[in-house]
C-alpha cells in the first residue's frame, strides 16, 4: 500500500500543532490593599487544539491581562494555565502574539522584521514562505514606512507564525484598520487558520468579526465578573457575512453591551 509521506509542497507552510489552552479558577488582580483591583475572577475556560475562539468584553474588563496569562507575560493571582497540560512557566514559546499596532523595527525591513520571529535555525530559510502566505511575497526588501497599516499588520502575523505557535494570541489585531482592510484581514485570517491549524484566542470589540471568524465565542462581563455567555458558531468557514443564523446571534450578543437591534 503506498502512502503520501508529505502531501506538503516544497516551500508551503506545513500545518502547525495546535495547543490546548486551559484556565482552571484563574484570577489576576493587580496592586494592594486600597489599590487593589480584580480583574479576572475565577475563570475557567479551555479552548480545544486548533478552535477560533473569540474573546469579547467591555473596555477594562481584562481580555488582555487573560491573553497576557496565557503567553506567560503576567502571572495569574491563584488558579493555572495549561497548554496541552503544562503549566504555563514565564514568557512561553508555545504562543506567539499580535497586538493592535504592529511593533515593527522602522529600520528593519518587512523580511528583517519576520525573522524577529524566528525561533530555531531551521525556519529562516520560511520567511519568504510565510510572507507569501499573509500576500506579501513581493514585498520582503520594503520598510515598515513603505508599506500600509494592513502590509504591517500582515508582516506582524507572519513574524508571529514562523515561531511556529502552539497557541496564536490575537489582541484586538485589526482595531485600528479601515473597515475595508479589517474585512481583508478577515478573509485573509480564514485562509491562513484553514491551512496551518493552530489554536487561536482572538480578542476583538467587533461582534461582526467574532461572528465570521470564531467556533466560538466567550463573552466577558465588567472588570471582574467573568464569563456570562458563551455561543457556538457551528457553521463552517469560509462564510457568508450576510448569513442569516447569524441574526439572531449578533442580536444576543448586542444586547449584553446595552446595544438592541
Ligand atoms: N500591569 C497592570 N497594573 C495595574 N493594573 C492593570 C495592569 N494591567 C491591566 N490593569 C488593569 O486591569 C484592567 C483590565 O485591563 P485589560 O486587561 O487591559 O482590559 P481590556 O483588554 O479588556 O480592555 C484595567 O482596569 C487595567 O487598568
Ligand atoms: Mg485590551
Redesign the pocket.
Given at each position: 500500500m503506498s502512502h503520501t509521506q508529505n502531501p506538503i509542497a516544497p516551500g508551503a507552510i506545513a500545518p502547525l500543532a495546535p495547543a490546548e489552552v486551559s484556565l482552571t479558577q484563574v484570577s489576576?488582580s493587580?496592586?494592594r490593599g486600597t489599590d487593589r483591583?480584580d480583574?479576572?475572577n475565577q475563570i475557567n475556560l479551555v479552548a480545544a487544539p486548533g478552535e477560533i475562539l473569540a474573546i469579547l468584553?467591555?473596555?477594562?474588563?481584562?481580555?488582555?491581562?487573560?491573553?497576557?496569562l496565557v503567553a506567560g507575560l503576567?502571572v495569574p493571582t491563584s488558579g493555572t494555565v495549561l497548554l496541552n497540560d503544562s503549566p504555563v512557566v514565564g514568557v512561553d514559546a508555545r504562543c506567539s502574539v499580535v497586538f493592535q499596532e504592529p511593533r515593527l523595527l522602522p529600520w528593519r525591513s518587512v523580511s528583517g522584521n519576520v525573522r524577529l520571529g524566528v525561533r530555531n535555525s531551521q525556519s529562516t530559510n520560511e520567511i519568504q514562505s510565510w510572507l507569501d502566505l499573509v500576500g506579501l511575497g513581493d514585498f520582503s526588501g520594503y520598510l515598515p514606512k513603505q508599506i500600509s497599516g494592513g502590509m504591517a499588520q500582515r508582516t506582524a502575523l507572519a513574524r508571529a507564525l514562523i515561531g511556529h505557535p502552539g497557541v496564536l494570541l490575537l489582541?484586538?489585531p485589526f482595531a485600528a484598520l479601515d473597515a475595508l482592510t479589517r474585512m481583508q484581514m478577515q478573509d485573509l485570517m480564514v485562509k491562513v487558520t484553514a491551512q496551518i491549524g493552530t489554536t487561536v484566542l482572538l480578542?476583538t470589540h467587533d461582534v461582526d468579526e467574532a461572528l465570521y471568524l470564531a467556533d466560538r465565542i466567550v463573552v466577558?462581563g465588567e472588570?471582574g465578573q467573568g464569563i456570562v455567555t458563551t455561543i457556538n458558531v457551528d457553521s463552517p468557514r469560509p462564510r457568508d457575512r450576510s448569513d442569516s443564523t447569524f441574526i439572531p446571534l449578533r442580536r444576543e450578543l448586542l444586547a449584553l453591551f446595552g446595544v438592541h437591534v
Open positions: 489576576k493587580f496592586g483591583v480583574v479576572l468584553g467591555p473596555s477594562g474588563c481584562g481580555k488582555s491581562t487573560l491573553l497576557r503576567e489582541d484586538e480578542v466577558l472588570r
